[in-house]
């Protein structure tokens, strides 16, 4: 299917569990975006990427980590889950253009950290 | 440091009543504004966008946005909202070459 998509939806996991987020987008958008969802926070950028093998921090990077081997897979990964990593994350992607542009979201992944 | 003030966390009205969302933006020099929408268990799509031009712009579903660069402002109005307007509005804006900052977001919740 053409889009973005983001896999588990849901996921429970344990504190000190690492844990893997999927994001995969079909229209070879240069920039992909990890976001995490928080209430009283609204949106806050984990990491971003400009093209493969190009990965920069955002404004919460901390336990967090992305590879971005293919255009259009760009996974998170937190290396030792915390309680404080329970979120909602949305993954986005862009044109070629750069960050002026329309970002495209995915549906989202429910995490929670018991 | 540039940001995005949404000044109403949660916006109730009824239906077919006009609507205005507010945001504020700082920064000084050139910059990019989105409004975006959530509806309920689902990912943000983009509503409107301003990148130069005419300050009013027109967007999806009946909304539009006024940028007033002298009040540093991208406020986002409907002049008659239905049930299913009911979501999160969430303001956004960067500059050339930064990524997008959101504000924390508006609930609008429309009720008949």
């Known amino acids: 299917d053409a889009g973005i998509t983001q896999s588990p939806r849901y996921k429970i996991t344990e504190t000190g569990r690492q844990v893997t987020l999927m994001c995969h987008q079909t229209?070879?958008?240069?920039?992909m975006f990890w976001y995490r969802q928080d209430l009283g926070h609204g949106l806050r950028l984990i990491y971003y990427?400009?093209?493969?093998?190009?990965?920069d921090k955002g404004e919460v990077p901390d336990g967090y980590v992305v590879s971005r081997s293919k255009t259009e897979n760009f996974p998170l990964t937190l290396e030792s889950a915390t309680r404080s990593q329970t979120s909602v994350y949305f993954c986005?992607?862009?044109?070629?253009?750069?960050?002026?542009?329309?970002?495209?979201f995915g549906p989202g992944t429910r995490l929670t950290v018991l | 440091a540039q940001s995005v003030t949404q000044l109403d966390s949660q916006v109730p009205v009824f239906e077919e009543a006009p609507v205005e969302l507010r945001c504020n933006y700082s920064?000084?020099?050139?910059?990019?504004l989105f409004w975006y929408v959530q509806y309920p268990n689902q990912g943000l799509q983009l509503l409107l966008k301003?990148?130069?031009?005419?300050?009013l712009v027109k967007g999806i579903n009946g909304f539009e946005a006024e940028f007033n660069k002298s009040q540093t402002s991208f406020h986002l109005r409907k002049p008659s909202v239905h049930i299913s307007d009911t979501a999160e509005y969430f303001c956004?804006?960067?500059?050339?070459?930064?990524?997008?900052?959101f504000g924390k977001g508006t609930t609008l919740s429309v009720s008949s």
């Open positions: 986005a992607s862009s044109e070629l253009a750069g960050l002026y542009n329309e970002q495209f």
């Open positions: 229209w070879s958008h240069s920039y």
């Open positions: 301003y990148l130069s031009g005419s300050t």
């Open positions: 920064s000084s020099v050139s910059v990019y």
């Open positions: 956004a804006a960067n500059q050339a070459g930064t990524a997008l900052i």
């Open positions: 990427s400009a093209a493969a093998d190009i990965t």
